[in-house]
């Protein structure tokens, strides 16, 4: 693995915690009945729900992929 990829594998649980965290605010943000009364507001948060739930969908992938690269290498040393 290289040192990019390590870098990123030690950082990348974070950036998911934080992600995680956010969508966790957003579905507060979308249990208020009063997100729904500003059609503007409630559109900028579904947007950013989907964009935040991209990116987990991503990191996850990406974290499993560079896990499984280092349990590889693990195995062949």
């Known amino acids: 693995m290289s040192y990019k990829e ?3 594998l030690t ?3 974070v ?3 934080a992600l995680e965290k956010e969508q966790g605010e957003i ?3 979308l249990a208020l009945p009063e997100t729904y009364q500003n059609p503007e507001r409630l559109r900028e948060v579904q947007a950013r729900a989907d964009t935040v739930s991209t990116s987990l969908t991503k990191a996850y ?3 499993e992929s560079l896990e499984e690269k280092a349990a590889a290498l ?3 040393s």
């Open 61 to 63: 992938g990406r974290w």
């Open 11 to 13: 950082t990348l649980p």
């Open 6 to 8: 390590t870098q990123e």
């Open 74 to 76: 693990a195995a062949d």
């Open 15 to 17: 950036q998911i915690e």
């Open 27 to 29: 579905a507060a943000t």
